[in-house]
């Protein structure tokens, strides 16, 4: 087996490495969009998240919009989305966010969530809703919703997804072994459950994973075969970024040639598209992921 170069931990401490530098967001576009969120009251996990691409994304007039609030029940150690008790959700807010896509002309919308795990239905029926209002005032755009884990609440998932939207994302985040450490309030096999289900309905299916966690090349690969077998047809791979110093330290930082040995062994073992790269996110390119 081929090893390819990491940085190591002890690296990680001085300085990120130059793959891993990305441009302010600034252009004409960039504060349009900018001030759309900002008039319609919307969340953005790109703003939440703190995503690299940002700056891209919407600069090219696109955003993943977040819904059902900003405050998450899970407290997951690599996520920089608040935790907490979220308040009561907002009912008017699946038509703010399809307006705001109308607004924006946008041809493939990704619209995401906090874990809503207080409610009965998981946020099922904004979830509905949204997917809903966006294909009627927007019936030529595209969507994908990044769902979160539903806690085996089938009948919510089930409603989550039935809105007509084409792509169904759900990220498994990491390796099996490490999900005690990077998702405890979360169970691999039961999000690869849930991945199995949403594809039997009919879903083209999504999912990503960070490395930089401490993760082996063959948990990865053992991760793509887990992937496959229940039926997921698209892998995002992209580089754990430490977002404040309470979350959990990087391993280390993976060099690209990795990341694109890793994009063509999951294609050789059966997923339909790999997106991998050190800066790839779970909705950067995902307009391309629509027809694959």
């Known amino acids: 087996m081929i090893e390819l170069p990491v940085i190591s931990k002890e690296a990680t401490k001085r300085t990120k490495p130059d793959w891993l530098r990305v441009k302010l967001p600034v252009g004409i576009e960039y504060a349009k969009v900018r001030k759309l969120v900002d008039q319609h009251k919307l969340h953005t996990i790109c703003e939440s998240g703190n995503c690299p691409n940002m700056g891209e994304c919407w600069g090219a007039g696109t955003a993943t919009f977040m819904i059902l609030g900003n405050v998450c029940t899970r407290s997951c150690s690599f996520c920089a989305v608040a935790t907490g008790r979220p308040n009561?959700?907002?009912?008017?807010?699946?038509?703010?966010?399809?307006?705001?896509?109308?607004?924006?002309?946008?041809?493939?919308?990704?619209?995401?969530?906090?874990?809503?795990?207080?409610?009965?239905?998981r946020g099922a029926e904004i979830w509905y809703q949204t997917v809903v209002l966006t294909k009627e005032l927007s019936p030529s755009?595209?969507?994908e919703t990044l769902i979160p884990d539903v806690k085996s609440n089938w009948e919510a998932l089930y409603r989550?997804?039935?809105?007509?939207?084409e792509v169904v994302s759900h990220n498994i985040e990491t390796v099996g072994r490490l999900y005690k450490m990077v998702r405890p309030q979360a169970k691999y096999e039961r999000s690869l459950e849930q991945i199995k289900r949403t594809k039997e309905v009919g879903k083209r299916t999504k999912t990503g994973i960070m490395l930089g966690f401490g993760e082996s090349m063959e948990e990865v690969?053992?991760?793509?075969?887990?992937?496959?077998?229940?039926g997921c047809d698209i892998l995002t791979i992209g580089q754990y970024l430490q977002p404040t110093k309470m979350h959990i330290e990087v391993a280390?930082?993976?060099?690209?040639d990795t990341f694109a040995?890793?994009?063509?062994?999951?294609?050789?073992?059966?997923?339909?598209?790999?997106e991998s790269g050190p800066l790839v996110r779970s909705s950067y390119h995902a307009e391309r992921h629509v027809h694959v």
């Open 160 to 165: 989550m997804i039935e809105g007509g939207q």
């Open 261 to 274: 040995l890793y994009k063509e062994e999951g294609l050789r073992r059966g997923l339909k598209y790999v």
């Open 88 to 121: 009561e959700y907002d009912t008017d807010e699946p038509r703010r966010v399809a307006e705001a896509i109308q607004l924006m002309g946008v041809k493939h919308a990704v619209i995401t969530s906090v874990n809503r795990d207080e409610l009965k239905d």
């Open 221 to 230: 690969y053992q991760a793509m075969d887990d992937l496959v077998a229940n």
């Open 141 to 143: 755009t595209t969507i």
């Open 252 to 256: 280390e930082f993976i060099h690209p």
